[in-house]
């Protein structure tokens, strides 16, 4: 693909699904972060705290809702919504599709640090059927993973009648992509999540093997249920400024939150996304289909918030970028029901044809980071 663009600041090409770049080869995300830097911060603290002192609880009740997986950006927000904000916080996660040791542990740390969390688990034999289906048709074995962590924080609010739900960022503007309305890095909203992130309603996914009941976990409520409770559903990051690295290093001062023992596979760092053992595979198939992998990811949100150089990036790119997902590759293949010769001809099935060319036996990517 020759005219695949490289952000000139960042490391994000263009084969990013619906990024953008200006006449100075700039990616959106870059320029949403650079706008950043003249937001007036303290005015929107203030606008969050009419937020909290509108809904915090006085009566045994929870006042607000934070999604969490127990990694360090949801924990950040429930840490400060509790200790720095006086808030009743329930949090709720949606059950990683392979659980780690080390997103355990973490959960456990902060749950001990006085939090409530409801742990949802869905039916295994479900999710594993979908997640292989999923795999092999879609070449994203977390699909319905989506649809879950994006409907249960709604159905927790309407059936405990919590009226506030706090979400982290407003991934199409953060990290670049496309904002349908004005206001959406600040309030959620549900149509824009079904388009960008689900893609299509549980309900098509029924079929000789799966019912309309087996899809319940993956079931947002009705729209007019969300209308019925009046809940609100907030970006934190629109708020304050929003630095993932920032936030691991803001847990790790206040509880000692634990980082892998070994740096994760595909990238650099020992410290995000770590609490499903399938992320490997996840971020391996965006390197398969866009040409860009987890350490690209990584390393071009770092050099936007200035904690690394581009050339420092662009080497971790070459060290780690598309590596083969190994770590634990025994429990990803047996989850999905997969040998390796399968696992791989999927693979081989889902690569772009306009970013891969095949030489001889190997797969040589058409474009260079640079
Ligand atoms: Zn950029």
């Known amino acids: 693909m020759e005219n695949i663009k490289i952000c000139k600041s960042c490391l994000m090409p263009s084969s990013r699904p619906r990024v953008t770049f ?35 609880s006085n009566n045994g009740q929870y006042d607000c809702i934070v999604p969490w997986s127990g990694g360090k950006d949801s924990s950040s927000i429930a840490y400060k919504l509790k200790f720095v904000h006086k808030m009743n916080p329930l949090l709720v996660t949606f059950s990683p599709l392979l659980p780690s040791d080390i997103g355990e542990i973490n959960r456990e740390i902060l749950i ?36 879950g962590i994006n409907a249960l924080p709604l159905k927790v609010a309407v059936e405990k009648k919590i009226k506030l739900i706090f979400y982290a960022e ?54 007019d249920q969300i209308k019925e409770n009046d809940i609100q559903a907030y970006y934190f990051a629109y708020f304050f400024k929003w630095d993932v690295y ?7 001062k206040e509880y000692n939150f634990k980082e892998n023992n070994t740096r994760i596979s595909g990238t650099f760092q020992n410290y995000d996304s770590m609490d499903d053992l399938i992320d490997p595979l996840y971020y391996y198939m965006q ?22 150089s581009r050339d420092e990036a662009l080497r971790m790119v070459k060290n780690y970028d598309g590596e083969f997902p190994n770590e634990k590759i025994d429990e990803v293949l047996e989850y999905l029901d997969c040998n390796l010769v399968e ?28």
């Open 287 to 308: 390197f398969i289909k866009f040409g860009f992998g987890r350490a690209l990811r990584d390393a071009s949100r770092l050099v936007q918030n200035n904690h690394m």
């Open 246 to 252: 920032e936030n691991y290093k803001y847990v790790k």
């Open 22 to 56: 200006n006449e100075n080869g700039v990616c959106n995300a870059c320029l949403y972060i650079k706008k950043k830097n003249k937001i007036n911060w303290p005015s929107r603290e203030k606008e969050f705290q009419e937020i909290c002192d509108k809904y915090r």
């Open 112 to 147: 001990n640090k006085g939090f409530d969390n409801i742990f949802f688990r869905p039916n295994q034999n479900v999710s594993r059927y979908l997640s292989r289906r999923f795999f092999l048709e879609r070449g994203n074995p977390k699909v319905h993973w989506d649809a």
């Open 343 to 370: 696992f791989n001809e999927n693979i081989d099935k889902h690569r772009n044809k306009e970013i891969w060319n095949l030489v001889g036996n190997k797969y040589i990517q058409s474009f260079e980071i640079k």
């Open 170 to 223: 407003h991934g199409e503007s953060e990290y670049g992509g496309k904002i349908i309305k004005k206001n959406s890095d600040k309030i959620r909203d549900l149509d824009e999540v079904l388009e960008n992130q689900i893609g299509d309603d549980p309900s098509n996914w029924i079929d000789e093997k799966i019912t309309v009941n087996d899809l319940a976990p993956y079931k947002c409520p009705e729209e």
